[in-house]
């Protein structure tokens, strides 16, 4: 019975919260490491109501995840918290360090917040249909400012 004793690295072997692979489930679904995802900054946690976004950095046996937002921050919480981002969703293909006003921005808020307005199907451009005018990632960049 050697191995039980592990040098105290294992101090989270008796409590849920162990790191896990599988998905847990989340407000509108299940979401696992390296999904991205967004959660609302809400005022009583002294944030302003904006949708954050960002990606599960890791998942835990527990119902919690850890996130890394696009701006850097990150949150480990209740991933029941957490709204997983569709492919209607800007924030799915792009980083978003602002937020947005609603979990489900319109094309005229995505252009707002910096980003370009997601087309029905622009998931996918790689059809063997070319852009016009090659404007694939060469936009991305020159948005800001």
Known sequence: GAFAQHDGNMCGFFSSNKATSDAVACRNGSIRKGDRVQTQYEREEGGDDKWYCGVV?????NGKVK???DDGDDWTGKAVYVLK?????PGLGAKFPTGFVTPN???QQTVAAGGMPVQMGAG???MGMPMQGGMQGG???GMQG
């Not at 950095?57 to 046996?61: I, N």
């Not at 981002?85 to 969703?89: A, W």
């Open 124 to 126: 996918a451009p790689q």
């Open 67 to 69: 996130l890394q937002y």
């Open 105 to 107: 921005p319109t094309p």
């Open 85 to 89: 981002l569709g492919p209607e969703h």
């Open 139 to 141: 936009m991305q960049g």
């Open 57 to 61: 950095t890791e998942a835990y046996t």
